[in-house]
């Protein structure tokens, strides 16, 4: 009969919450902080309701009990950087997503790398970013909150602000109004656009704080410090945080001294600029995999030619930014590369220097903290929401065993179960 609950849930296009529950029996707990063995956690309807020894846990009532012999249990997986509304650049160029594909064409794309994101394992993003869609990241996050389609928990920015005259496709007549790909605004009309950003529906603020603007394309600061302590001043009166795009040193550092939570990429950062973020606690955000997919698009390949200078740098702010003990966050940039692929971000972390349990941390609990959600999710605790990944192996060693995946639950609801796992 349970076996029958569990295939219902998995099968019926209305996510409506009911009362349920799991009993799962993993080999080990990574409760996004450290790792645990011989326990077991139990789930009642949206809620982790606790986590104690296996043989001490015994369920009454109606529990589907799980087990699942060489897994482990980790919190739903969060994704730091994505766009939903993207598809890889190699199928279809950024200018023409922005200029070319309606908002409609999009969010029915949307949809589908919302799915796949979930059963990915990744029950949460922070979706940076429409670019070009207007607010059609709200919408969404509106039709997944309220059971339409499956996804993630969202984060999502909406516009997102640029300085005028420096960012969007170029090239074209000047009497041609071009779609630009977000909102640009300057001086004190950025506090109105901020409000006006807010009041539809963004969850957080981006801004560009630097683009590749420069006399010869080269990326350059786009914005004075007065005006990024303007936008940070003005998202705070809300409750809401900043997060900067920022490739270039004095970018970042006019960011930072601003007061932004995050600062996205930092391709070009130095170790005396880590050590500012450190001293003024703003996290990282690295998206190593986006640089990386690009410069395959244009055609490098990878282990055949010598690395583009472009992904040199990366590897070196990477590992400057971990000498400096930035706290880092994980996000690719996903939808520069495949929805669904979320995991590679997470590998190159490892490959480019981080431990594998220090990467899972990233994913889980310090994205929680950063992104002020976590007294929601990011960890297995008692009474936080019930996101959930199960896989089989031991990401803790191997970071890429996070494919393996088993399990999926977001709010308490089972979206994933693969054949061959045992409930009774």
Known sequence: MKALLVFVILSVPCYAQK?????????????????????????????????????????????????????????????????????????TSWNDQVMKESDAYRVAR?????????M?????????????????????KMAIEDGVI?????????????????YGPKGFDTDFTVMLGAEPADGNNLMQVVRDQIGKGADVVKVYA??????????????????????????????RSVVAHASTAEGMRRAIMAGVSTIEHGDGGTLEIFQLMKEKGVALCPTISAGYA????????????PEPDGVKQKRTSYQAAIQAEVKICAGGDVGVFAHGDNVREL??????????????????????????IGNLTGRIKENLKADILVVQGDPTKNISDLRNVRVVLKDGILYRNEPGIKTK
């Open 110 to 118: 949307a949809t589908v790398h919302a799915s796949k994101t979930l």
């Open 347 to 372: 590998e190159m972390m490892t490959e480019y220097g981080m431990m594998a349990d220090a990467v899972l941390r990233s994913a889980t609990s310090v994205n929680a903290d950063v992104f002020g």
């Open 19 to 91: 009362e349920t529950g799991y009993l799962l029996q993993p080999d080990r707990v990574f409760d996004g902080e450290k790792l645990l063995t011989g326990v077991s956690v139990f789930v009642h309807n949206d809620k982790i309701v606790a986590i104690g020894p296996t043989a001490g846990m015994k369920p009454t009532g109606d529990v589907t009990v799980i087990k699942l012999p060489g897994c482990t249990l980790l919190p739903g997986l969060i994704e730091g950087h994505s766009h939903l509304l993207l598809h890889p650049y190699n199928e």
């Open 150 to 166: 499956p996804g993630p928990r969202m984060i999502v920015a909406g516009r997102a602000i640029v300085a005028t005259g420096s």
């Open 294 to 305: 690009i410069a395959q698009y244009k055609g490098w390949q990878a282990g055949t030619l």
């Open 120 to 140: 990915a394992g990744f029950t949460t993003v922070r979706d940076l970013g429409s670019e070009g869609a207007g607010y059609a990241d709200v919408g969404l």
């Open 210 to 239: 630097d683009y590749r603007w420069g006399i010869r394309d080269e990326a350059r600061p786009s914005f004075s410090i007065d005006e990024l302590k303007l936008i940070v001043e003005t998202a705070a009166s809300s409750g």
